[in-house]
């Protein structure tokens, strides 16, 4: 029997990967607010990739009409979205369902698991350079996009290896974790860097890197980081680490952190979910975090002022 997966949110993620398992012939279905269900289908899911490019109908559904479970619930929101998104997609998840979340951070898996039970909730991260354009379509960029899942208690299970080939698509690559609690802090020590030092300075990473003493700031942001997470026993690894220092200290590029950009166009950010909780983590054991700790008071204020309620 075909699994049912379920896809929330038909976004830049959610639309890339579900677009990709939909064209592979796998049963998706797309959960969507009512303006992007017209906009799906009147003008198609369009992915324009250096992959490859695709234009499908999707299956669509809305909360009202969700009336079976699904087998695999793969979850693509912005952190702040989390509340209101598990209202909707709740009638989806029965004894069966596994629930894959995308999002940024660690705080949504206790969120999750409070919700729907740890027997439901696994691991996931992804790694993808893609946006929404004006017009609704999906512009992919760089390299293989990579979603990654496991088990919570990093056991290699049989259901986890089957969800693994459930999920397998042509356009990305699949990867079963026994380590993806690590997966995630490792992305999260990224963001959380390169949110902090390009939210605070107000540009890219080159321009900050340029700077007198600019490397010199961003190294000691990554250190902060890396802190929380090695104090809380997921410390990246030396490779990881000498990755990370690469990317944000190159003075020719134009990166910036998604946060950023989010900030820039006065839109809501996830400042809670990638910022705020890793100072919380941090003041757990004890830790100095000066520069994450400036961060967290810019962001807050500017949540304040644009009246976005912190997460719960």
């Not at 499908?56 to 695999?72: H, R, V």
């Not at 699949?174 to 390009?198: D, E, P």
């Not at 600019?214 to 890396?226: L, Q, R, S």
Request: aromatic letters at 6%; charged letters at 15%.
């Amino acid at each position: 029997m075909t699994s049912r997966i379920l896809i929330v949110g038909a976004g830049a993620v959610g639309g890339y990967f579900g677009a990709r398992m939909a064209a592979a012939g796998h049963d998706v279905t797309f959960l969507v607010r009512p303006k992007r269900r017209s906009q799906l289908l009147a003008d198609g899911l369009c992915l324009r990739s250096t992959i490859g490019d695709i234009t499908l109908t999707p299956k669509t559904t809305s909360t009202q009409d969700i009336t079976n479970p699904y087998d695999i619930v793969l979850l693509s929101v912005k952190a702040y979205s989390l509340a209101s998104a598990m209202d909707d997609f709740s009638a989806a998840v029965g004894t069966g369902t596994h629930i894959i979340p995308l999002l940024n951070g660690m705080r949504h898996l206790d969120i999750l698991t409070a919700r729907f039970g740890q027997h439901a909730v696994m691991g996931g991260t992804c790694f993808i350079v893609s946006k929404l354009n004006k017009q609704g379509h999906i512009e992919q960029s760089g390299s293989m996009p990579r979603l990654s899942f496991g088990e919570i208690s990093g056991r290699e299970t049989a259901k986890a290896q089957q969800i693994e080939k459930i999920l397998s698509s042509p356009g990305f690559e699949t990867i079963c974790s026994t380590h993806i609690l690590q997966n995630m802090w490792n992305k999260w020590v990224l963001l959380a860097s390169l949110g902090s030092i390009c939210c605070l300075m107000r540009g890219t990473v080159g321009e900050i890197s340029s700077q007198k003493y600019g490397t010199n700031f961003i190294h000691a942001v990554i250190d902060e980081c890396v802190a929380i997470a090695t104090a809380t026993g997921y410390c990246p690894d030396g490779q990881t680490i000498d990755g990370i220092i690469k990317l944000l200290s190159k003075k020719d590029s134009s990166l910036t952190s998604s946060m950023f950009r989010d900030l820039c166009r006065g839109g809501p950010i996830e400042a809670q979910q990638i910022i705020g909780d890793l100072v919380i983590r941090a003041r757990k054991h004890d830790l100095s975090t000066p520069l994450l700790d400036l961060t967290n008071i810019n962001l807050g204020i500017y949540e304040q002022q644009h009246n976005q309620m912190p997460l719960t």
